[in-house]
């Protein structure tokens, strides 16, 4: 096994400030499969760590004999075989990146072999006889953090970038992970802290630092605090949606159409779709992309009064999920009579963001849009789930709906991890504790105490005020040769 022979500082400005954990940090060398186990044209194991060339050295034979990698130049690539004891395992392409310039600011090696699982493994297997560890799911992030390459929230937004299924969550995933947010927290982070250095200075010195009028100038500067705290935790509601999807809840009668609605969106037939009525008793959940975003659809059992004890059930999780849902869906059947199953929908939506959809537009018309919308003032389309016809209009109206002013990743952050926002909040929320002790003429050592909350909070976000267990569980969640 490998030997832990450095101690890892490398990249850092200031080693001191940060947890002991992260000074105490040793590397050995490790290597994963970074490409899917699936059996692909190219397969890429990575090696990092102080040994990763002398572990490299051991297995690969250069084409050009005598090739030694440590001696070649960073970012530079070389052809030749993996041999175990004279038997080639295969042809490959290796890689080199010298610390601190690599994805985990230690030495590194990338080799790119053929990617079927077999032969990964084999070579896998090679490198771990020759004293390289097997990394962690998520470890290569983790060092990147703990080197100090990246913060805790651009080594998530890693995670997110991997898991992003939509283009905005792709785009906020990335715009974080260039450093967006992090540049917003530390900004707000080195401003708390000035405050409380001015305090404690004050409070040391008072011959040179007066504190006379400072809890008016501190209150104005509070405002601006909050007010930034404010709009960073306004987006994540805008953040929520764009990594999750807009949770829609398609509702209505029996036979109203739902379930072709929802099939006709899917474009696949996903749902049971019958012509008795009440046969979608449970809720189906499917995501659908729409213009970048995605939509997490609630295909939910027809609400209409009934006896039958499971089809009750039924009713109530739709109307539960009406209630949780961002975006409503109300399928009127515009061939048939608004009844008193209609109304009773109507009356629980008033207050609700709902689109009406006149179903079943290529047969006659019995109830006319008018009809709908003057007992719900709202948005309202013919459609028909059978032909398609106002499909497209209804996408219009949920982008227009959704990315009113459009969405921006160039000077907007969006926090859309629910660690970040609970940080915030807390920050937000001890800063308020400051404005407090302001009011009640509390002495200004109270305004530390909070101030160093806030100050706290915030290094959550950026992992510099975290615990190492938080550290783990974050990078166990990552995949294996992350
Ligand atoms: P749900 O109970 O609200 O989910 O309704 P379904 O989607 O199961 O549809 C009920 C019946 O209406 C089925 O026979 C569908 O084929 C039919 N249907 C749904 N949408 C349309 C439409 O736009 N036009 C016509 N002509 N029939 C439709």
Not at 233 to 255: D, F, H, M, Q, Y
Not at 277 to 298: K, M, V, W
Not at 399 to 423: C, K, P, W
């Amino acid at each position: 096994m490998a030997v832990i022979t450095e101690t890892e500082t490398r990249g850092v400005e200031d080693a001191s400030k940060r947890p002991l954990f992260l000074i105490m940090y040793k590397s050995d060398t490790i290597a994963a499969i970074a490409t899917p186990m699936t059996g692909s044209g190219i397969g890429v194991l990575r090696i990092s760590g102080v040994e990763s060339f002398a572990i490299a050295e051991k297995v690969f034979e250069p084409w050009k004999k005598g090739k030694i990698l440590s001696e070649q130049s960073a970012y530079t690539v070389h052809y030749g075989n993996i041999v175990d004891e004279g038997e080639i395992i295969d042809e490959v392409i290796v890689l080199i990146m010298k610390a601190p310039h690599s994805y985990t600011a230690e030495d590194t090696v990338e080799i790119n072999c053929h990617g079927g699982s077999f032969v990964m493994k084999k070579i896998l297997e090679l490198l771990l006889r020759k004293g390289a560890r097997l990394a962690e799911p998520g470890e290569f992030t983790k060092r990147a953090f703990l080197n100090g390459r990246i913060d805790l929230s651009q080594a998530e937004a890693v995670m997110d970038v991997i898991q992003a299924k939509n283009n905005y969550a792709l785009q906020s995933s990335v715009s974080q992970l260039k450093g967006s947010l992090v540049g917003k927290i530390k900004d707000l982070r080195e401003k708390i802290l000035y405050e409380m250095a001015f305090i404690e200075s004050a409070l040391d010195d008072p011959e040179h630092y007066s504190l006379d009028g400072y809890p008016t100038v501190l209150r104005e500067k509070l405002d601006r605090f909050i007010e930034e705290a404010d709009s960073i935790l306004l987006s994540s509601e805008e953040g929520r949606v764009i990594r999750e999807g807009i949770r829609t809840a398609i509702i209505g009668k029996p036979n109203a159409g739902k379930s072709s609605l929802m099939n006709a969106l899917l474009g696949s037939s996903r749902a049971i779709v019958t012509d008795m009525a009440g046969t979608t008793r449970d809720i189906l959940e499917e995501q659908i992309q729409l213009r970048g975003l995605s939509l997490s659809i609630l295909d939910t059992a027809g609400i209409r009064k009934t006896d039958d004890p499971v089809e009750s059930i039924g009713v109530e999780r739709a109307k539960k999920a009406a209630e949780d849902a961002d975006l409503i869906l109300y399928v009127v059947d515009s061939s048939d009579i608004l009844d008193e199953n209609d109304r009773e929908i109507i009356a629980g939506l008033a207050d609700k963001n709902v689109i009406i959809l006149l179903n079943k537009n290529d047969l006659p018309t019995v109830t006319k849009m008018e009809m709908v919308t003057e007992q719900l003032q709202k948005p309202a389309l013919y459609i028909s789930a059978r032909s398609g016809e106002g499909l497209e209009e209804l996408s219009d109206l949920i982008e227009s709906m959704f990315l009113s002013g459009g969405i921006s990743f160039n000077d907007q952050v969006y926090l859309t991890n629910i660690r970040h926002q609970t940080a915030m909040r807390n920050a937000k929320n001890s800063l308020m504790m400051v404005m407090e002790s302001i009011e009640k003429g509390l002495p200004e050592d109270f305004y530390s105490i909070d101030l160093m909350d806030a100050y706290e909070s915030l290094g959550e976000i950026t992992g510099e005020a975290v615990g190492e267990d938080l550290v783990n569980e974050i990078f166990s969640k990552f995949c294996m040769g992350k």
